[in-house]
């Protein structure tokens, strides 16, 4: 009952919000004619370029092309909460100032080169610093600096075209469920703030792309294994109180392999995709440190094998997608009760093989002026499933992921509003998120946003333990 109430609390906030949304779209088009005409004066665009086709900068020996932003963004916590390890992170919890970077060079009329880095700050950790936060999020949190794509493309013939070098390659139809998308990690340390397009992390990729009659093969050597950033031990997205050691896999070093057919046609495409690659999600496997003396236990990864398909239908105001992909050879808990006192605990046992199907459909309408409504749909079926996976995780034979997505833009689309529900299983029972974020450009290389996140408590980690971690936050960013 507790999960059904917050789900009506969440689904009745985002269609109130969605419904204010509506109603300033239909003030936003009245200003749009009045607006427009400020509209047509001559600006320099976004991200265009400030140096000559022929990479030679105006007014500067460098050559090429280099932009970047400045970013300045802060989030508040409004409830009085604290992590696992009794950090307090009521109130201020982050401000943070980062640098963007990105040079691309055209080596010749049929190669380029880019590189893009990022470094970041966080003040708050300064402020706070009483606090007593863990090294580990400290380590992670508090400061950062790497590059980002770094790579070279360029055409080996008229229909073959190499890439070679740090990249992302997005294999999904959906801006907020993961499918057949598993080529690149994620940055998952603050949860649901962002679309999956903003947290993808590039890999190191050897990839061919093959064009004819319509069609695009892909042959993609994946010689640099990555794992998603998750929240560290001490931070309030961490639900344990136990840090739990991540281990690498020996042989991580070992070639990842991939590949997908692409056909784009009027009106409609398909893909289909293989790969056998490292399963980004790890699973616990318990262990003796020492013969006879009381386990341990280790976060490892499993070696993948996938096959799917998805594609796009469109039709009218409306576009359908799917994709269904068959993993295996995916490693899960499996877990024991254990006697304890008067009663008993579960206790991760071992480690089954299983496969899984996981399937997703989706539906975006565009029918009402300047406005996206957006219904994705997942559910990851566990074949050959058992009861002793379920006690540990509350891992079940069907997983239904479910997220609606509004997004509407006003004002000349300089101002955007985004309204997302995702809720996770079929009444919340495993939690759920609810972001709303405005973003207006009040100038072309300068944009202020703001918004709110909130989360319902479920019964797996890490919705365990965040059902307080609700907060406002906000970002200014200059593109130059």
């Not at 995709?273 to 490292?278: E, L």
Request: proline content about 4%; glycine content about 8%; aromatic content about 14%.
């Amino acid at each position: 009952m507790k999960a059904v109430n917050g789900l009506i609390k969440t689904t009745l906030s985002g269609s109130l919000l969605i419904l204010c949304c509506q109603t300033f779209s239909l003030v936003a088009d009245e200003l749009d004619d009045a607006l427009g005409a400020f509209d047509e004066e001559d600006e320099l665009a976004v991200g265009e370029s400030v140096f000559d086709s022929d990479n030679e900068s105006s007014g500067s020996s460098i050559p090429g092309d280099l932009s970047g932003s400045l970013v300045f963004n802060t989030a508040y916590n409004y409830l009085d909460h604290r992590s696992s390890t009794g950090t307090n992170y009521h109130g201020l919890s982050k401000l943070r100032s980062q640098l963007n970077l990105q040079y691309d060079y055209d080596i010749s009329k049929s190669w380029k080169l880019r590189a893009s880095a990022f470094a970041y700050y966080d003040w708050v950790y300064d402020i706070h610093e009483d606090r007593d936060y863990s090294d580990e999020v400290l380590d992670e949190y508090k400061w950062e600096a790497e590059f980002r794509e770094l790579w070279v493309r360029g055409a080996l013939s008229e229909n073959v075209d190499l890439k070679v070098g740090r990249q992302v390659v997005n294999w999904g139809r959906s801006e907020t469920l993961r499918v057949l998308d598993i080529l690149n990690p994620l940055d998952n340390r603050e949860l649901g703030l962002a679309d999956i397009e903003n947290l993808r992390l590039p890999v190191g990729m050897i990839k061919g792309d093959y064009y004819f009659s319509g069609w695009n093969l892909s042959l993609i050597a994946l010689p640099e294994t990555r794992f998603s950033k998750n929240p560290s031990y001490g931070s309030d997205f961490y639900s344990s109180d136990t840090d739990i050691e991540e281990k690498e896999p020996s042989d991580v070093d070992g070639t990842g392999w991939a590949a997908a057919m692409t056909g784009v046609f009027s009106g409609w495409d398909i893909a289909f995709h293989a790969a056998r690659v490292w399963n980004d999600t790890p699973y616990l496997r318990p262990f003796f440190s020492v013969p006879g003396s009381p386990y341990d236990a280790e976060l490892r990864h499993s070696r993948i094998n996938m096959i799917g398909t998805g594609g796009n239908y469109s039709y009218g105001s409306w576009l359908f997608k799917g994709e269904l992909g068959a993993f295996g050879d995916i490693d899960y808990t499996i877990s024991t009760p254990v006697p304890f006192g008067t009663g008993e605990i579960v206790l991760p046992s071992g480690t089954v093989e299983k496969d899984r199907l996981d399937l997703m459909f989706g539906i975006e309408y565009y029918g009402l002026s300047n406005t996206v409504f957006t219904l994705d749909i997942v559910n990851r079926h566990i074949l050959d499933y058992e009861s002793a996976m379920e006690p540990f995780f509350y891992l079940q034979e069907n997983q239904l992921e479910t997220s609606l997505r509004y997004d509407g833009n006003f004002i000349n689309d300089r101002l955007t509003v985004t309204a997302l529900v995702i809720v996770f299983g079929d009444h919340a029972q495993n939690g759920s998120i609810f972001r709303f974020v405005t973003e207006y450009e009040l100038q072309d290389s300068l944009v202020i946003s703001a918004g709110l996140l909130t989360y319902q408590e479920g019964d797996p980690p890490p919705f365990d333990g965040i059902e307080e971690n609700d907060r406002l936050f906000g970002e200014i960013k200059w593109s130059f």
